[in-house]
């Protein structure tokens, strides 16, 4: 869907992008991470045109970037930025809807587009359509500036910290809505964020950027259990531990879990979905004041005690 060929960025001696290759298939998300001033903004931006590159190519879907018409372009990616930079004089929808009308969509489809959006993001159209950004929260406005991008049903999604401007609990929620979000499934997406957690919460791979140079690219998991290189290793370090235990989930230790426990019946225990951290587990159950959590997973009935969340833990730090 998008490649890289060898892209290179010189501001007059500087070079802030140096001749970076890769490629992100359909459905997949490329996060960019590494130290402020990396070269992770003008990578994006060079893959929307934004950005001339000094030399390299961009493709986009088997075709060359460098001459394509931008209208054309916009129609094929949506592009999200930490000021979100909506317009304060058009309303929500007029906001939403600025890329469909020049693309000279329908008013009708371009409305039921809007609404739609609108309502998966949990900005009811009847109450928020006509407002002013200005009426907005902060939290708000990003949402906006996500279904504006989202609007024209772009296959690409770009996104330089979408998220950035808003207090962790906020971020939190909007990354959750965000992943689950009906719109944006199937979409190919790169995202910028200073965020590790975030890269690692929202990203199929990770891309980690050292001096505008490609310090390792691969999925998550491999990021975490290397090899990496060394630059990485001490840009994860002080981040791999939480990283890694956030990553464990339920599921992954069926074979280790009791099938019943004496005195403790199903209907006293927490119910918890096999999908769940393990981390999250345990937070929950220490919270619940329940004996034990619960899981149904391939028809079996699995219990596991706070105690028993723990050593699972221990095992995994031991192995
Ligand atoms: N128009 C420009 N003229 C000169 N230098 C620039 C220009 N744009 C970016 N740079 C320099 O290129 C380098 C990379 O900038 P870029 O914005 O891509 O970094 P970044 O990784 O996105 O940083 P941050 O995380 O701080 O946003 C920086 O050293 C920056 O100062």
């Not at 992008?17 to 994006?44: D, Y």
């Not at 961009?58 to 372009?73: A, C, F, N, R, Y």
């Not at 099938?259 to 403790?264: A, D, E, H, M, Q």
């Amino acid at each position: 869907m998008i490649e890289a060929r060898q892209l290179h960025k010189t501001f007059g001696t500087f070079t802030a992008v140096e001749r970076l290759s890769f490629r992100v298939l359909a459905g997949e998300s490329l996060m960019l991470i590494g130290p402020s001033g990396c070269g992770k903004t003008t990578t994006l931006k060079m893959l929307n045109g934004l950005i001339a590159p000094t030399s390299g190519e961009v493709w986009i879907e088997g075709q060359p970037l460098h001459g394509q018409d931008m209208v054309q372009l916009r129609r094929r990616m949506g592009y999200v930025i930490q000021d979100i930079g909506l317009f304060p004089h058009y309303s929500v929808a007029e906001n939403v809807g600025v890329v469909p009308r020049l693309l000279g969509w329908p008013s009708g489809k371009i409305k039921k587009r809007c609404a739609m959006l609108l309502e998966q993001l949990g900005l009811p159209p009847g109450a928020f359509a006509q407002k002013k950004p200005h009426e907005l929260s902060g939290g708000q406005q990003q949402r906006v500036g996500i279904a504006r991008a989202l609007a024209a049903d772009p296959p690409i999604i770009l996104m330089d910290e979408p998220f950035g401007a808003l207090d962790p609990l906020t971020r939190q929620q909007i990354r959750r809505d965000f992943r689950q979000l009906e719109a944006l499934r199937q979409k190919t997406v790169v995202m910028v964020t200073h965020d590790i957690e975030e890269a690692f919460e929202m990203g199929t791979h990770i891309a980690v950027l050292n001096q505008g140079r490609m310090a390792d690219l691969s999925a998550p998991e491999q990021l975490l259990q290397g090899p990496v290189s060394d630059f990485t290793a001490a840009f994860l370090e002080e981040k791999a531990p939480q990283l890694e235990f956030q990553a464990l989930r339920l599921e992954q230790f069926l074979s280790e879990l009791p099938r019943s426990l004496p005195g403790v019946k199903p209907e006293d225990c927490l119910q918890a979905p096999a999908s769940t951290p393990l981390l999250r587990a345990l937070h929950r159950l220490a919270k619940s004041g329940r004996p034990a959590l619960c899981l149904t997973a391939h028809e079996k009935r699995y219990f596991a005690t706070a105690d028993g969340l723990l050593r699972l833990f221990q095992n995994h730090l031991r192995s």
